[in-house]
């Protein structure tokens, strides 16, 4: 697991949130270990693929995403 690339990372945490977010502390670390490898220090997700799209649940989680060292933006 500790050899994701980010994309990777990227797309077990949209599984994970369609799953009723199981698992997504680990995935959070995963996915902060492949921004460390790659350079990366922001995780961009397409809100198309968030169960929740709208400016809130975006916001939520962002916020939720800071507190676990992970800054997260939004493809347009």
Partial sequence: MSDLTLSQAIDNIYVSIKNNNEDLDAHIAALKAAMAREGTKEAVF?????????????????AYFKKKGVAVAFSA
């Fill in 46 to 62: 397409e809100p198309a693929k968030l169960a929740q799209s709208n400016r809130q649940g975006r916001k939520i989680m962002q």
